[in-house]
């Protein structure tokens, strides 16, 4: 089947050359500036014919794939809708919208969908590696749903389907496990900063640490995978963490700090601490909050 991929970022770029490397022929990519996807044409044969996001009268795929960023999709779409002559297959891929948003599509014939990778895509070319063993969420009406199905199995990936209404919720629990884990790791460097290592550094010394943790989840629930100050209900270390971090970083960070505190507490509680010493950390992470500026 022909597709035509429209907004070649990282991610439309990615799925661009994985999908051209499982045998579909990328016929278009579209885009604002046609020298942005010239190199992501370079690894896709045979070579695709670059639009411009003027040129949507041109498109005549079988697939369609709308990548641009979420306030863009809505544009895109209505531009299709005027302009496709074809009752094609049209997928967008963001994680937060629904199928819904591609109404107009419907309207006129094509099988609308999405279909989101939760994946993080950080360079297009390195990203079209990632997609195998990867879950896609995928939803739209059933013919849609089949054909998405059928692309995540050919990409090496594995699907799940929710109710449309759940979108961004679903979108919310993605944020936290990979912008938000970013954010985290980005905290914890800078309070290892704080001990006179650079940044660059901090982060090197980090990683084995982090690699380690998500290893543990991937064989462990997260109240098993839970390990140190908080699995030991240790309320004289976490003592101390309250002390430097109040000296040493914003009252933003010790925040986060606390309030991460109480999740590990109620994670140590499933592992089956003594709630007594659980209910002495807590009054500690309360007093903190309370002294917070």
Known sequence: MKISIIGIGRLGGALAIALAKKGYEIENLIVRKKENSEIIAEFIEPKPEILSDSEFDKISSDIIFITTQDFEIKKASESLAENLKKKSFV????????????????????????????????????????????????????????????????????????????????????????????????????????????????????????????????????????????????????????????ENVSAEALDVYLQLGNRSAHLAERQGISAEKLERMREKISLAKRNLK
């Not at 739209?140 to 594995?158: H, P, R, S």
């Not at 919720?169 to 905290?187: E, F, K, N, P, W």
């Not at 980090?206 to 995978?225: F, V």
């Open 91 to 246: 997928f967008h891929t963001s994680g937060s919208l629904s199928s819904k948003i591609l109404q107009n599509l419907k309207e006129k014939g094509c099988k609308v969908g999405s279909i989101h990778p939760l994946i993080s895509v950080s360079d297009a070319v390195l990203g079209a590696e990632r997609f195998k063993d990867a879950y896609f969420c995928v939803e739209g009406g059933d013919e849609a749903v089949k054909i998405a199905k059928e692309i995540v199995k050919n990409l090496g990936g594995k699907f799940f389907s929710i109710e449309t209404r759940y979108k961004p919720l679903y979108h919310a629990s993605a944020v936290t496990a990979c912008g938000h884990l970013v954010a985290l790791i980005d905290m914890a460097i800078e309070i290892l900063t704080k001990c006179g290592l650079a940044a660059k550094d901090a982060q090197e010394i980090l990683l084995p640490l982090i690699k380690s943790t998500i290893e543990n989840l991937s064989e462990q629930t997260t109240a098993e995978a839970l390990t140190g100050t908080f699995a030991r209900a240790d309320v004289e270390t976490l003592e101390k963490h309250i002390e430097v971090l109040r």
